[in-house]
C-alpha cells in the first residue's frame, strides 16, 4: 500500500480524509499533541493491524466537541467540570460506558482534527500514528517512518505543538484517578478539582 500524504492546509484535504475514513481506510493525521491515526467506523481491527497494536488495549475516541460525550457514557459531574475546565486541550478523561466497560475521550485543540472528527461524525477512535512501543510522532515524516505503507493517508499538518501525550485520568467513581501525567500536569489537575470541590478562590 502506498501511503498518500496530503497538505492538511490544501483546499478539500480534510474532506478527502473524512472520506478514506468512510471507505473504511486509515490515516493519520496532527493533533494538539501528537500525530494521532484513525480508523473509519467497523474498521477499527485495521487500527490494531497497522499499530501492532495488541488487541486488549483499548482505543481512546477522539471528539469534535464535549456535545457528543452525551450518551456515550455516564459523565460524572467531576468529570463535566474537568472537561469545562480543560476541553478542547490535552486531557483524556476515562468514563464507565453502559455494555462496553470503560471509554476513554478527548477533545483536542486543533482545528484540523475537530475539522476532520466532525466530517466523520463527531467521535472516531484514535491512538498515536506509531507503532506500539515506539516513539511518538510530531511530524508527517515521522508517521511514515513508522506507519508508511501500512495506513492510506497522512494529513501533513506540520509538526506538532505539543509533542507530549495527554494526561489520563479516571472519572468512573468518585474519585479521580491520575493514569498518565502528560501534558496537564498533576497540580493542574488537583487545583481544579479542589475548585470543583470548595469552590473558586481555594488556596
Keep these: 500500500m502506498e501511503t498518500r500524504v496530503l ?18 481506510e486509515v490515516v493519520a493525521f496532527p493533533t494538539d499533541t501528537v500525530y494521532g491515526v484513525a480508523a473509519g467506523h467497523g474498521h477499527i481491527e485495521k ?22 460525550l452525551e450518551g456515550s457514557a455516564i459523565v460524572t459531574p467531576t468529570a463535566r467540570a474537568l472537561a469545562d475546565r480543560f476541553w478542547p486541550g490535552p486531557l ?14 478527548r477533545v483536542p485543540a486543533s482545528d484540523v482534527a475537530r475539522r476532520l472528527i466532525a466530517a466523520s461524525g463527531g ?5 498515536s500514528a ?10 508527517a515524516e515521522e508517521v511514515l517512518e513508522q506507519l ?39 497540580w493542574r489537575i488537583d487545583h481544579a478539582l479542589r475548585e470543583v470541590r470548595f469552590g473558586r478562590g481555594a488556596a
Excluded at 7 to 24: F, I, M, N, Y
Excluded at 130 to 139: C, I, L, P, Q, V
Design 148 to 186: 508508511g505503507g501500512r495506513i492510506a493517508l497522512v494529513l501533513d499538518g506540520g509538526r506538532t505543538p505539543g509533542g507530549v501525550p495527554s494526561t489520563v485520568v479516571d472519572c468512573t467513581g468518585n474519585d479521580v484517578k491520575i493514569l498518565r501525567e502528560g501534558a496537564i500536569p498533576e
Design 7 to 24: 497538505k492538511a492546509e490544501a483546499p478539500g484535504a480534510v474532506e478527502e480524509a473524512a472520506a478514506a475514513l468512510g471507505r473504511g
Design 47 to 68: 487500527l490494531f493491524a497497522a499499530k501492532g497494536r495488541p488487541k486488549d488495549k483499548r482505543i481512546p475516541v477522539l471528539l469534535s466537541d464535549a456535545s457528543h
Design 130 to 139: 506509531n507503532r506500539s512501543g515506539e516513539a511518538d510522532a510530531t511530524t
Design 123 to 127: 467521535g472516531l477512535p484514535v491512538t
Design 92 to 105: 483524556t478523561i476515562v468514563l464507565a460506558a453502559p455494555r462496553r466497560g470503560t471509554l476513554a475521550f
